[in-house]
Structure formats: structure tokens, C-alpha cells
């Protein structure tokens, strides 16, 4: 079997057991550095709601949670591995950049101008990948990159080109984030033309699009996608769970369920000031919690007809054909 990194070390591929494959324990957008006067950072709180993640979908049968938090949005590898010591759950952190308008792209602009960056960008990716991320000796297990709604920017396409290349030689899958469910295809085609293997590619967040021509067209490449938002309705240009229900209910029955994984996008604990949301919002978004899929989506699925070992190729055996690719 192949291995998977997580934060306590290599684990066989079949060791993951039931997967979440796009979640986040602790995350904060670039900048919430600079309003520590008001919203400091408290290590203790963020660990102790981490616990409190991991025993929640524990107690769903979860063994694994890829954190998909990328380098400049707050990851933090030490802290994963505390939680994952503490709860026994798998714990697989990430390597890569947040997308141009969303993430921090000063630092490589400016960097730009003095060297050669997509250089600087493989060396970062392949010494964390083979040596691990700063002096923790932590190696992330995946690649979290992610593209622009309207397209996939100069700046972006130096960490896709860079992750596939590494992807290529140490065998580290990549999962990505697509702004509105927009650029899936040409994500793909970027990773595969790079040299990335198609088993080893989901490409995220992609029911945000429920254009079932566009789904189709993105598994048509081989790639898996994620239907790894659920939760996450009537906001940031996101469909309710409804129309991603309907779509995914039809993608299984037309045969396309060994290429499909799931997840929240959730965040669990926020970096900066504490996230307060208008009443609209909140109510919209009540059911956007790390164990929506075990308590609501799957009971859909069931009552459509999709069949438990579905489910368990959703869950369990395309995660772990991901990582074993």
C-alpha cells in the first residue's frame, strides 16, 4: 500500500478509513495579522476546538480530515498534530497558495522582480513535500491550490505548474478550490499537461457549478472532483445543498461514483476577530458544520436510492485510491 502523510507521519492508504477530504481546523485570510489588538490569536482555544472537530465526526465513523488551509492562510502544522495526538484522528495538513484576489500575492509579486519565482515556488513546495514544512518535520500530504472565478491568473498558474511538477516526482496528490464551482476543466487540463497524474487530482468545490454539462466535463478528464462544500448556501456564490443533492444523486446513477469524494469547507476556527454574521446569513448557513453529510445529505442520498456502498466509495474507497494512485 501507499502511504499518506499526515501530521503524526506516514500511515498506509488503507488506514484512512472514512475520509473528509476538505475541511479546516484553524484558518484565517491574509491580513488578520495585523488585527491581533482586537482579535489576538489564543492557541489553547483553537485546539480545544479542534478536539471538539475531531470527536464530532469521530463519532461518525470519520478516521481521516485533510486540512486544506493553504501556507499564507493561517496553517499551522503543530497545532494539527496536537489535536491529532489527542483525539486519534488522522490528520493530513496541506501544502500551497490561496488564489490572486483572496490570498497574499505581495510576497511572490515583489519577489518577482529580483528572481526567478516559479523557481522559488518548486523549491518551497518540494523541501516541504521531502523535508517538511519550516523546522516542524511535519511533510503536508496534499497540495491545496486554487484559480479566480473568471480565470486562472498569472500569479495562480506558477503554483499549479510548480505542485504538478512535484506531484510528478514524489507522488503527492493535489486537491483544488474553485471559485463558484468555475475554471474545473481548465484546472484539470493545466495539471495534466504539467505531467500530474489524473488519479491523483480532485478538483474542489466544483458543485458550486450545477451545470451538469460542466460536471461531466471535468470527470470526462479522469480527474475526481469534490462535492466538498455542502453546508455552504446562498452565499460566496454558492447553490443550497438541494441542487448539489440533485447533481450528485444523478452523476452516481450515471456511474460516475468512483470519482467523486465530500466534504464541508468548514471552518472551524477562525483566525482574527471572531466571524459574526448577519441573521439572513446565519440562518441560511445553519447547517454548514463538520457532520452536515452524516446527518442530512446522506439520509437524501439513501432516500434517492444510492446504495450504502455508494456511500462507501464516496467516503472510504476513492480516498483511498487517491492516495495509494
Same mark, same amino acid.
Given at each position: +500500500? ?11 492508504? !488503507?488506514? =484512512? &478509513? /472514512? ?13 488578520? %495579522? ?11 482555544? #483553537? ?5 471538539? +472537530? ?6 461518525? &465513523?470519520?478516521?481521516?480530515?485533510? !486540512?486544506?488551509?493553504?501556507?499564507? $492562510? ?11 495526538? /489527542?483525539?486519534?484522528? @488522522? ?12 490570498? =497574499? ?10 528572481? @526567478? ?32 472565478? !473568471? ?5 495562480? +498558474? +506558477? ?27 481548465? %484546472?484539470? !487540463? ?25 460536471? *461531466?466535463?471535468?470527470?470526462? /478528464? ?24 440533485? $447533481?450528485?444523486?444523478? *452523476?452516481?446513477?450515471?456511474?460516475? #461514483?468512483? %470519482? ?25 448557513? =445553519? ?26 466509495? *464516496? ?9 495509494? #494512485?
Amino acid at each position: +500500500m501507499k502511504k499518506i502523510n499526515t501530521v503524526l507521519g506516514q500511515i498506509s492508504a !488503507d488506514k =484512512a &478509513g /472514512k475520509t473528509l477530504m476538505h475541511e479546516h481546523f484553524v484558518f484565517g485570510y491574509p491580513g488578520w %495579522q495585523g488585527d491581533v489588538t482586537i482579535g489576538p490569536f489564543n492557541r489553547k482555544a #483553537a485546539i480545544e476546538a479542534g478536539i471538539n +472537530m475531531a470527536e464530532k465526526v469521530k463519532s461518525h &465513523g470519520v478516521k481521516t480530515v485533510v !486540512d486544506a488551509t493553504p501556507n499564507e $492562510c493561517g496553517r499551522d502544522p503543530l497545532i494539527l498534530k496536537e489535536i491529532s495526538e /489527542k483525539t486519534g484522528i @488522522n490528520i493530513v495538513c496541506s501544502s500551497g497558495y490561496y488564489f490572486e484576489d483572496e490570498g =497574499a500575492p505581495a510576497y511572490f509579486k515583489f519577489r518577482s522582480a529580483l528572481g @526567478n519565482v516559479p523557481a522559488e515556488i518548486y523549491e518551497m513546495f518540494k523541501k516541504e513535500v521531502t523535508e517538511g514544512i519550516a523546522d516542524t518535520g511535519i511533510k503536508p500530504g496534499v497540495f491545496k491550490l486554487a484559480s479566480s472565478r !473568471d480565470a486562472i491568473t498569472d500569479y495562480e +498558474m +506558477m503554483f499549479f505548474k510548480a505542485a504538478a511538477k512535484v506531484s510528478k516526482e514524489e507522488g503527492i496528490p493535489i486537491i483544488t478550490h474553485t471559485q463558484e464551482g468555475k475554471q474545473g476543466p481548465k %484546472q484539470a !487540463d493545466v495539471l495534466l499537461s504539467e505531467g500530474a497524474d489524473p488519479k491523483r487530482i480532485m478538483i474542489g468545490h466544483i458543485e458550486g457549478n450545477t451545470d451538469i454539462e460542466y460536471l *461531466l466535463s471535468v470527470l470526462e /478528464k479522469g480527474v475526481y472532483i469534490g462535492f466538498d462544500r455542502f453546508g455552504i448556501q446562498g452565499l460566496v456564490g454558492a447553490p443550497f445543498d438541494t441542487r448539489r443533492e440533485v $447533481c450528485l444523486i444523478g *452523476l452516481i446513477g450515471l456511474g460516475y #461514483a468512483n %470519482q467523486i469524494m465530500l466534504s464541508h469547507d468548514f471552518v472551524n476556527y477562525w483566525l482574527g476577530r471572531p466571524l459574526v454574521l448577519p441573521a439572513p446569513a446565519v440562518k441560511l448557513m =445553519a447547517k454548514w458544520h463538520p457532520t452536515h453529510i452524516f446527518e442530512d445529505i446522506i439520509p437524501v442520498l439513501q432516500k434517492a436510492g444510492v446504495t450504502n456502498e455508494q456511500i462507501n466509495k *464516496l467516503l472510504v474507497e476513492n480516498p483511498r485510491r487517491f492516495f495509494e #494512485a
